[in-house]
């Protein structure tokens, strides 16, 4: 076994490692977090397995702008409210429209751009894309989560962390994703970014937090400024001892 001290998550990604191997992170720093920790190398399940990646994309026939920005694509989008999508090739309306949106679903033909605003009269060969990736076994994930992929080779723009997924099957989800290539078979591995980080490594592995990690976690100053985990004090009143003395009424 071996024990590798990582700066940041990029470098422990990197880390060639094996079975059982342990790392120390230093503070980790990224939203909704529990900081660095100790973490075990492990060979990742077939659910955390990429075992299929590719893009899709769907073209749209119109944009409305003013006061919601809705899209009607031309064919059915399969998009769940609250996933993201990347919009491209919209022109004629003013305002940043061509960009990664939270999409808030009107029909199987609509989806309104969450947040954005944009006038004018809509024109251009404009589209939406999402990367679709499949796992080797069932991922247990839920619409909405956050997850991070890494090791993914020959699909560009698929690693990295994604703040909210759309679960489209046991082992099918999509994230707000677009590049090009062609996805190279038994890369990848999907982790949480907080209990799990997979490696960037061509052997599907991953890193897993060996202490219980939360997306608030309470905390207390340490010596020299580090942080750790706030214990519970709460705890049930003692009851008094056999012959302690009673209170009077």
Partial sequence: MSTFIASNVVALQGIVASPGDVAILGGYDSAADGRGGTLTYETAPSSARISGAVFTTVTIRRVSGFPIVMVTTSVAHDYVSGQFVVVTGVTGMTGTINATWRVDVASSTTFILVGCTATGSFSGAASSTVATLTTSAAHGLKTGRRVMIGGVQGLSGANGTWPSIAVTSATTFTIGASGSGT???????????????????????????????????????????????????????????????????
């Fill in 183 to 249: 996805y190279t078979a038994g890369t990848g591995v999907v982790g949480d970014g907080g209990l799990t980080f997979p490696s960037t490594g061509a052997t599907p592995g991953r890193w897993k937090r060996d202490r219980k990690w939360s997306a608030r976690v309470a905390t207390t100053t340490c010596a020299r400024g580090a942080t750790r985990p706030r214990a519970s004090t709460s705890r049930r009143p003692a009851r008094p001892g056999r012959g302690a003395a009673r209170p009077r009424p």
